[in-house]
């Protein structure tokens, strides 16, 4: 498993540095933007447009992610350790049970299959 890192990207570092707007503004309208792995610790990212982004293996621990709409992001292996997320959507594929071991425990998110 990868560690969280601080990656290389202009629009990871407007996100690091809490310049949301400009992030929302720079972000591609269609495609995928690929943030996985990153580092996101302790940010307030509450005005984050996150559709469409790859928080693969992303940690977040501390992160405020209330009201986020997390529903079209991809977050397998992301890590939600005490993190704050009143009011987030997030993907359906993601049972309940697990968000809150992530929240709790640090564990990495694990998809469930959607029935058919």
Do not use: C, W
């Not at 405020?64 to 993190?83: F, K, N």
């Amino acid at each position: 498993m990868s560690q969280p890192r601080q990656l290389d990207s202009p629009l990871y570092r407007l996100i690091h540095s809490e310049n949301i707007a400009a992030f929302n503004s720079q972000k591609p309208p269609v495609g995928e933007v690929d943030l996985s792995d990153g580092d996101f610790r302790g940010l307030d990212l509450r005005a984050l447009d996150a559709q469409g982004i790859n928080f693969t293996n992303a940690y977040f621990r501390g992160a405020d992610l209330r009201g986020l709409d997390l529903r079209d992001t991809q977050l397998e292996g992301a890590s939600l350790a005490h993190a704050q997320i009143s009011g987030a959507y997030f993907p359906a594929e993601l049972s309940a049970d697990e968000i809150l071991m992530s929240l709790n425990f640090g564990t990495r998110l694990r998809y469930r299959t959607r029935a058919p």
